[in-house]
């Protein structure tokens, strides 16, 4: 009975194929292609979820943390613009965490001007909430993930410098 089923399943599947198809072995063989095609697809799509949720082995993190890194002008200007391009708007452009969308959230940004929170926290911990997310870490969702960061550890370096410098130029 089961093995029927599979074989008008089949035979309706490899009729379905546009083309006309002149063997049942190259049915299956394309059936299984298919088959190969949708299961890399699918495991594709949720290994990206399980990065998502749990920050992945950590490479950029360390490598923007490390010390190491020879932060070149570069980076330097490439974090600084984007630090106004997409993290001014809830951080505030001098890191105060009072940008325009700060307001209607909860927890507030992070004030960067807060030496207890500067000395609270690790450059790897930052370097991982600013490619990875809140979340990452189990702070709050709205401190939203930089994926296009995790091939740019000198950038993220390069940022991790500029909240700590906020830090140090703004002691109160
Ligand atoms: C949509 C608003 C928003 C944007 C945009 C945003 N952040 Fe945040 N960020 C937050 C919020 C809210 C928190 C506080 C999370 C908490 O305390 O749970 C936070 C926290 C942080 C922290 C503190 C993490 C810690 O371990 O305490 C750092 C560092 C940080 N953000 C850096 C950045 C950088 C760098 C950018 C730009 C690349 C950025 N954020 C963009 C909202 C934002």
Redesign the pocket.
């Known amino acids: 009975m089961g093995e029927h089923m599979t074989k008008l399943a089949l035979g309706y599947l490899c009729r379905s194929f546009p083309k006309r198809i002149s063997s049942g072995a190259k049915c299956v063989l394309r059936l299984v292609i298919v088959g190969l095609v949708i299961w890399n697809a699918t495991g594709v799509i949720s290994q990206t979820g399980t990065y998502a949720q749990t920050g992945p082995p950590t490479t950029v993190t360390m490598m923007a943390s490390s010390g190491a890194q020879d932060i070149s002008q570069d980076a330097r200007a490439a974090a600084r613009s984007?630090?106004i391009?997409?993290?001014?708007?809830?951080?505030g452009p001098n890191g105060d965490?009072t940008?325009p969308?700060?307001a209607n959230?909860?927890?507030?940004?992070?004030n960067?001007r807060n030496l207890r929170?500067q000395r609270?926290?690790t450059d790897e911990?930052?370097a991982?909430?600013?490619v990875y997310g809140?979340q990452s870490?189990?702070?709050?969702?709205?401190?939203?993930p930089?994926p296009d960061?995790e091939t740019q550890p000198k950038v993220v370096a390069a940022?991790?410098e500029?909240?700590r410098q906020i830090g140090k130029k703004h002691r109160r």
């Open positions: 984007m630090f391009e997409r993290c001014a708007v809830c951080h965490g940008g969308g700060a959230l909860n927890p507030k940004p992070t960067f929170w609270s926290v911990t930052i991982k909430v600013i809140g870490v189990g702070l709050s969702a709205s401190m939203s930089n960061l940022l991790v500029h909240v």
